[in-house]
Every structure is written in C-alpha cells, then in structure tokens.
C-alpha cells in the first residue's frame, strides 16, 4: 500500500469512508465481470447502501437519545461501508456444466468481510506513516463494527420449513442475525440486514420482481441464452424449461408474503418510536396491496405457456454486465 493509492491525504473520516468506498467499487466490478454476477454486482451494492442509509435517515431522531453527533456521523459511514461491501465476494460450490450454481452458506460474506478489513488494515498501516491523524482511521471496534454487519446478511434456509404447523413457506429462508436476541455490536448489523432484503418494502413490486429473476440467471447462468434466445416454434421437448421457471415464479410470490409476514419479528429490536417510523415512513410496500400486486403480475399457473413465461421473464431481466465504474 503506497501513496498512489489517494491523489491527496484526506482530511476527514468522510473521506477516508469514500477512499474505501472506490477501493470496494472496483472489486465489486472485478468479480461480476469474471462471474456472470446479474444480481450480486453493483447495482445491488448500491441499492443496499442505499436503502440503509435511508432506513438510518429516518430513524436518527430516535438514536439521537442514545449516541453523540459524531457517533451517528461515523455510523453513517459504515452503514455506507457495509452496504457497499457485504456482497463484494461471491463464492460458488463447484458445480457441473449445465447446472445451476450454489453457494456455502455464509462464505462469500465472511470472505467480503475479510477483504474489506485487509484492506482498511493496510490502509491504516499506510497512513501511520503519514503522520493522518488517527481520528481518521477505522478503529478496531468499529472495524468489528463491519465484519458483524457484512456477517449480519447472511441467509439461511428456516429449520423448522415444511413442518405442517409452520405459517411460512416450505422455502423458507430468514437472516438469523435479526432473530438473534443476545446484544449486538451495533445496530449497524440490523440496518444492513434490513436494507439487504428490503427491495420489496422499499423499493415496491416491479423491484423486487426485477431482483428475484436477475437472482435467477446469476444461479442459472447456463440458461440465459436459452431464456432470451428462445426458439418456440417447437416447444414440446421445453418442458423441463417452463416448469423449473414457474417454480422460480412461485418462490418469489412466497418470499414476497413471507417478507411482509417476518417484518414485525425483523424490527422487535428497535425502540417503539423507530419501528413506527420503519413501518410507516420507510417499509411502505410491506402490504397486502403489493402481495396482490405481485401476484396479479407474476404467471403461477400451472398451465401457463413457456411463451408466457419467456416473455415475463424477458421484460424483468438485464443482462447487462457493468463494465465501468458507476457514481456512489
């Protein structure tokens, strides 16, 4: 780490969070680049950081009873840091040719957040040398700040999923994190966690939809010249294909009812007057209304046409790989 890595010593936290910042950009392009990510790239890191700082935003006045205005102002840099980074690695099971992708679970997290503290650790060393007063740095505690809110993503299929008592779907799968109700470092974790699968509440319908079919092509690579390129005049031996995209189709209706159904569970840890506000002023798609939404606008029927479902998929999809590096 020399100084080529700054054009100019930078002046405040701020600017070191942003130094940081353009580091995890150009990792994040590195790996959709070299891995067909069409889901788990730049624009999803973006998105995260995005909808977590606004979920901080919007609850500030109640975390102003309990932490300094330099403390909320450090916080919002790593709720940047940890929006922006906490996909930056992903990390596939090998798999065969013509299959779809898997992961282990919690892997590529705990590896992005092993890169991004490698990187801030040789980042400290380098300004030690040039006499950056240690303010600006990330300090120890706030450096496990951010490995508990990249940790705080990670996805997990529910246990207790396909029991005949269970209200959710037999799919089911829930970040533990949110659950988890021994003290956390920090409510960064639980921001981070909310904004990772806030899509649906935040961002509305056509969102989420968008999501879960880039989701589809980044597990399902070896079909997205089969999907977009598809020959239906003689469809007959296309089965295979129609049935594994109404599951898909299925499984984002059921996640979509289970999100609005897990959120109250998702914010019991907040303070009465944040979950007003989180329910009121930022998960405002979390409604029945949406669920209807989506399933008005969603094939799930059992004899709708591969023709149907190329076209519903065609509309939602974007192939697009970025190339470049985009703005914050």
């Not at 054009?7 to 392009?29: D, G, T």
């Not at 996909?87 to 705990?110: A, I, N």
């Not at 980044?218 to 997205?224: A, G």
Request: hydrophobic residues 40%; charged residues 20%; glycine residues 4%.
């Amino acid at each position: 780490m020399t100084q080529k890595h700054w054009s100019h010593k930078p002046n405040s936290f701020a600017e070191v969070v942003e130094l940081i910042q353009q580091h995890v950009r150009n990792e994040i392009l590195r790996e959709a680049q070299g891995k067909q990510l069409y889901y788990h790239n730049l624009d999803h890191a973006l998105a995260v950081k995005r909808r977590a700082i606004s979920i901080f935003q919007a609850i500030k006045p109640a975390l102003e009873q309990n932490y300094s205005a330099v403390e909320l102002s450090r916080m919002e840099g790593l709720i940047s840091l940890c929006g922006l980074a906490h996909d930056m690695v992903q990390v596939f099971e090998p798999t065969p040719p013509q299959q779809s992708r898997t992961r282990k679970s919690g892997l590529s997290e705990k590896l992005s957040a092993d890169r991004l503290l490698k990187y801030i650790q040789e980042l400290n060393q380098a300004f030690s040398t040039e006499s950056i007063a240690s303010s600006l740095l990330i300090s120890d505690r706030e450096q496990q700040i951010l490995y508990d809110g990249i940790m705080a993503t990670v996805c997990i299929r529910d246990p207790e999923a396909g029991r005949s008592e269970y209200i959710f779907s037999d799919r089911s799968i829930y970040q533990p994190y949110l659950y988890d109700t021994q003290s956390k470092i920090s409510i960064v974790g639980t921001i981070i966690a909310l904004a990772d699968l806030g899509t649906l509440g935040m961002d509305g319908a056509e969102a989420y939809i968008q999501d879960g079919i880039s989701i589809f092509f980044e597990d399902n690579p070896h079909l997205d010249d089969l999907v977009m390129n598809c020959d239906l005049t003689d469809n007959s031996e296309d089965n295979w294909l129609r049935i594994k995209l109404l599951a898909m189709n299925s499984f984002i209706v059921d996640l979509a009812k289970e999100r609005q159904a897990r959120f109250e569970l998702e914010i019991a840890g907040f303070s009465t007057q944040a979950r007003w506000i989180l329910q009121n002023q930022v998960f405002i798609y979390l409604n029945p209304h949406s669920i209807e939404r989506i399933q008005s606008m969603v094939p799930l029927q059992s004899d709708t046409s591969l023709a149907e479902l190329i076209s519903f998929f065609h509309a939602n999809h974007n192939s697009q790989i970025q190339s470049s590096i985009l703005p914050s």
